[in-house]
């Protein structure tokens, strides 16, 4: 009764189709061997769904399907000039990434991020985009999401003209060799191949870098702050700053903000634990970005073991200033507590000089020749 009285139609936004995390390519093998399927870059970016309505009016939407429209004019006037003439409307399933149209290369998602958030003028922008487009949700007074998404990516291709640094379409590779999905995105075409909104579907599986047995090192970690929950983590600590330790200057330099990889009784647990190490104002040696506002800071006391998918240049943390660029510092992206260090006091965790060392093996193994960072996912 719900789908035939509540239809899927432009202006109303649907929470994307989500993957599962996968813990090696074994996984990966066992659901699509001998199935084909097509590879996808994972580009660094924000999701993005962009909705044109019959009206000609562009609204796009992020990923918690929350209105950003005024952030990116320089994307409403691209779709419009780019989709075909017979397209009179549809909902477009993209990321969209900054890029340098001059070297024709893609930038990293933290230069994305200085873009300004709010009534953002053409003529202002110093930071260009580029939409990728994968997926296409609705067209023409349709709605595709049952389709398969073979069907849906030739209704992608027919609906629009391609133009480099302003709207393109996701690299990609078809085939039924799952040794090709290494570092990509990985989805089926044909067999459960339907687009199921707000669902992390056991259809998409995403075998992300730092879960990957043979990739990525773990970082040793200092919480030096927190911040206090809210909703279902009223009570508790909701986030904390790590810190690594630089030897040389006997500080520690802040590298993140992490907040996921808890469960309930571990986020109650440290929580508890770090209130008894609460001081009143940060120590001389701590180091961190002048925008980071914990609501507490703690005696340095505990080592957390943490992974991420990747580590980026960052102009608000501090870890490893001045070695890889003279006023930035390099930061965490999706970092994830693993486990609580015992064995390890503050001072012997990972060094700033370490953490450099991570950054140049990420370069080195982690990034392609064009600048993506690469996830991989399988998907219907």
């Not at 609705?138 to 291709?157: F, M, S």
């Not at 009143?280 to 925008?291: I, Q, V």
């Amino acid at each position: 009764m719900l789908p035939k009285n509540c239809k899927f139609t432009p202006g109303l936004p649907i929470r994307p189709m989500l993957p599962k995390a996968a813990k090696s390519v074994t996984e990966i093998l066992n659901k699509f061997q001998g199935v084909e399927f097509t590879c996808e870059y994972k580009y660094d970016g924000e999701r993005a769904q962009i909705h044109y309505l019959e009206n000609g009016k562009v609204e796009i939407y992020s990923r918690q399907a929350e209105r950003n429209t005024e952030k990116f004019p320089d994307v409403v006037a691209a779709v419009s000039r780019l989709k075909k003439t017979s397209v009179s409307s549809f909902i477009l399933d993209c990321e969209i990434v900054a890029y340098d149209r001059t070297t024709r290369k893609v930038l990293s998602f933290q230069t994305l991020t200085t873009r300004p958030r709010k009534k953002v003028e053409i003529e202002d922008i110093k930071v260009n985009v580029c939409v990728f487009g994968f997926d296409l949700l609705y067209l023409n007074g349709q709605e595709l999401l049952q389709e398969n998404l073979r069907v849906r990516r030739e209704h992608l291709y027919a609906s629009f003209e391609e133009e480099s640094g302003f709207l393109q379409f996701a690299t990609t590779l078809t085939s039924n060799n799952v040794e090709d999905c290494e570092g990509l995105i990985i989805k089926t075409l044909n067999e459960d191949a339907t687009y199921e909104p707000a669902k992390s579907s056991p259809n998409w599986l995403k075998l992300k870098k730092d879960y990957m047995d043979n990739l990525g090192d773990s970082l040793d970690l200092v919480p030096i702050a927190a911040f206090h929950g809210h909703g279902k983590r009223t009570g508790v600590y909701g986030a904390f700053l790590l810190a690594c330790y630089d030897n040389n200057n006997e500080e520690f330099q802040s590298i993140c903000k992490i907040g996921t990889g808890f469960a309930k009784s571990d986020l109650v647990e440290r929580s508890s634990s770090l209130r008894s190490n609460v001081i009143s104002k940060p120590k001389s040696y701590y180091r961190f970005g002048e925008t980071i506002n914990p609501d507490v800071w703690f005696e340095a006391s505990e080592v957390w073991e943490v992974k991420a998918a990747e580590l980026t240049i960052s102009p608000v943390h501090r870890a490893a200033v001045g070695i890889v660029d003279p006023n930035k510092g390099i930061s965490l992206r999706f970092p994830r507590l693993v486990r609580l260090r015992h064995d390890k006091a503050p001072e012997q965790a990972t060094s700033a000089e370490q953490v450099t060392l991570s950054d140049q093996q990420y370069d080195k193994r982690l990034k392609n020749s064009n600048g993506y960072s690469c996830s991989c996912f399988a998907g219907s």
